[in-house]
């Protein structure tokens, strides 16, 4: 099982950049895929998410308006839309996956750990600088 993101690169402040999160020997459609960013000397965070079955999306509060979620079944591919990008924003970008969480459980849990013992990819690096 290989897991990958990819799509990152250098923008500057106000630029958009679309990662993808791509598997190999794994079907998407079975997990929940959240996208997570760790920065230079900070912890990681969670950045979004989606559900696996009722197409439900959640976001860090720092990025809602500006970053969408969307996953492709037929594609294998989940896709993190960044729009507006923020020098704030530069970090490894990171997607991860959680086998068929209930609603509840991700509503509550995406961002503080429910990722914690899925399938993580290799990361990409967006740097947002003028």
């Known amino acids: 099982v290989q897991l990958q993101a990819s799509g990152g690169g250098l923008v500057q402040p106000g630029g958009s950049l679309r990662l993808s999160c791509t598997a190999s020997g794994l079907q998407l459609d079975n997990y929940a895929i959240g996208w997570f960013r760790q920065a230079p000397a900070k912890e990681r965070e969670g950045v979004s998410c989606?559900?696996?079955?009722?197409?439900?999306?959640y976001y860090v509060d720092s990025v809602k308006g500006r970053f969408t979620i969307s996953r492709d079944n037929a594609k294998n591919t989940v896709y993190l839309q960044m729009d507006s990008l923020k020098p704030e924003g530069t970090a490894v970008y990171y997607c991860?996956?959680?086998?068929?969480?209930?609603?509840?459980?991700?509503?509550?849990?995406?961002?503080?750990?429910?990722?914690?013992?899925?399938?993580w990819g290799k990361g990409t690096l967006v740097t947002v600088s003028s």
């Open positions: 991860a996956t959680a086998f068929r969480p209930s609603s509840v459980a991700l509503a509550a849990g995406w961002a503080s750990g429910l990722f914690a013992g899925g399938y």
């Open positions: 989606i559900s696996w079955h009722d197409g439900r999306r």
